[in-house]
Structures are given as C-alpha cells and as structure tokens.
C-alpha cells in the first residue's frame, strides 16, 4: 500500500509538471498545437513502454465507440484546461478543477443511478461555496475565464463516469493507447486551421509533455495495481500542492490569503466526499447504514 501511496504522489508530480509546461508552451504555441503534441508523443512513448510486450493486446479493444467517446470528452477537458491557462494562473486553474470530485458526485445520481447521502450533498456545496471564495466575485480573478477550469472539472468527471461504467472491459494500457490515438487523430485535424511551426524549445516542449504526461498515467495504472483507488484517491490532491509551488519557483506567483483559504476550502470539501464514499463503501459491504 505504501509503494501505491508513493506512486499516487509520483503521478500528482508529473501531472503538475505537465501543466506547468502547457501554460510555458501556451505563450508561443496555440492551444490545439500543444493538445496534439502533448498526445502524439504520449501515444508513442506508451507505444515503446508497452508494445513489445503486449504487442497487438494493445490496441485491440472490444468496445471502440466507448473508447471513442471517452477519448474525446478527455480531449475538451484538457483543452478546457490548457486554455483556462492563458488567462489564470498556474495554482488557482488547478484549484478550480478539483472541484471535479463534487461534480461527479452529483452528476452519479442522475448517470448512474447512485444514491447520496446528505452529507455529500453538504461537501458539494461547501466544495462550490469555496468556488466562490477563491474567485471572489468583484476580485482580480473574477472573469469569464473561470469558466474553462469549471467547464474541465464537469468533462472530467463525465469521463470519470464513462471510465468507471466501463471500467474492466479492456486493459488499462489498451484504454490509454486509444485515448493517445483518439485525441491525436482529432487534434490533427485542427492544425490546417491553427498551425505555428515550433521552433527547437517547442518541439522539445511538446515532447517532454508527452513524455510526462504518458509518465505520469504509467505511473497511475502502477498505484492502482498496487493500493485500492479509495485509498489513493485522498492523496491525488497533492497535485495542488506540487502546482502552488511550481507556480512559485517557475512564475514567481504566489496565490493571495483568500485564493489559498478558498483552495484549501476546495480541497476540504473534496476530502470529506472521498471520505463519505469510501465510508459508503464499507458500510455497503458490511450491511450498515452511514447516515
């Protein structure tokens, strides 16, 4: 378990990483350039991790239409991301798509016919009330786009949903090699209109992206393959924590007193879901009752 918790905080390192480099790029590439890149050079290092050892297992799947889907609602969000960028910083688009956690709990009533209980209703709207106090209405961050890290955090979580209705019916390796392919194929075919050719620092950029960002879902499948998701799933929010400090060391932007009391308002109530529904769980599985 403790190597899985070490794998979790791996991951939450390169996926910041990752970030930090999109919003760097962003400043001389266009956002569907990088998205391209950023897939293109994920699906070829997953391809040489992995294909000489699965070979064709890697690419067969017995529900591509669900792979499809699921590839492309992951490309708007992290496009919804990577846009959210070029306007705010670093530390504070994270927080404001953390808020996925709250999202999906209340998008399962209706998708997948969960039942929630009071109390995670009560996470989502303190989650949403620290909305509020992070963007601070009339505040420097209050601007249309907050809505890109918020539009992230509902696709996320509708690919969360997706991922999990479906989740086991192809490999975790295969799953990641579609979306790779998937997001690649439809980035393309936006480069004719939105195309600037890098120069080396692009290309280098766009590769290390790709390099970290497939890193970085390797290192998430081996978590899981080692500690249950309710486990890991507290420790995923030491992302912000990586992204507040490379927003510090690589932007010289520290998040004001009521940007981090509304992130660690974010992140508190974030915690406390993840909490409710593995205690659900539990109790599921022992015949209790949690409420």
């Given at each position: 378990m403790g190597r899985g918790i070490a794998l979790i905080l791996a991951t939450t390192a390169?996926?910041?990483?990752?970030?930090?480099l999109s919003k760097l790029t962003n400043r001389h590439l266009p956002v569907n350039e990088i998205m391209w890149g950023r897939y293109l050079f994920?699906?070829?290092?997953?391809?040489?991790?992995?294909?000489?050892?699965?070979?064709?297992?890697?690419v067969r799947t017995a529900h591509p239409g669900m792979q499809i889907l699921r590839a492309?609602?992951?490309?708007?969000?992290?496009?919804?991301?990577?846009?959210?960028?070029?306007?705010?910083?670093?530390?504070?688009?994270?927080?404001?798509?953390?808020?996925?956690?709250l999202v999906l709990t209340a998008l399962s009533v209706p998708l997948l016919g969960d039942k929630v209980r009071?109390?995670?209703?009560?996470?989502?709207?303190?989650?949403?009330a620290g909305v509020l106090v992070l963007i601070r209405p009339g505040g420097k961050l209050f601007d249309i786009a907050t809505l890109l890290p918020m539009g992230c955090a509902v696709t996320y979580a509708l690919f969360q949903i997706i991922t999990r209705k479906y989740a086991g019916r192809d490999s975790a390796y295969t799953t990641h090699f579609w979306?790779?392919?998937v997001c690649t194929i439809l980035?393309?075919?936006?480069?004719?209109?939105?195309?600037?050719?890098?120069?080396?620092?692009?290309?280098?950029?766009?590769?290390?992206?790709?390099?970290?960002?497939?890193?970085?879902?390797?290192?998430?499948i081996r978590a899981y393959e080692n500690a249950p998701p309710s486990t890991l799933a507290p420790f995923s929010?030491?992302?912000?924590?990586?992204?507040?400090?490379?927003?510090?060391?690589?932007?010289?932007?520290?998040?004001?007193a009521g940007s981090l009391f509304g992130m660690a308002i974010i992140v508190s109530a974030g915690l406390f879901a993840v909490w409710t529904q593995r205690r659900k769980m539990r109790a599921n599985e022992q015949g209790i009752a949690t409420d």
């Open positions: 390169c996926f910041a990483t990752l970030d930090t994920h699906g070829v290092a997953l391809t040489l991790l992995m294909g000489p050892k699965l070979k064709f297992d890697l492309l609602i992951l490309l708007v969000s992290s496009t919804l991301f990577v846009a959210a960028l070029v306007y705010l910083p670093l530390a504070e688009a994270a927080a404001l798509s953390f808020v996925s956690p009071p109390s995670q209703w009560i996470a989502v709207a303190v989650g949403f979306t790779a392919l980035a393309s075919c936006t480069l004719p209109f939105f195309w600037k050719t890098p120069d080396l620092w692009g290309w280098l950029a766009l590769i290390a992206m790709g390099l970290v960002g497939g890193g970085g879902h390797y290192l998430l929010y030491a992302q912000l924590v990586w992204a507040t400090c490379l927003s510090w060391l690589v932007f010289d932007h520290i998040p004001d």
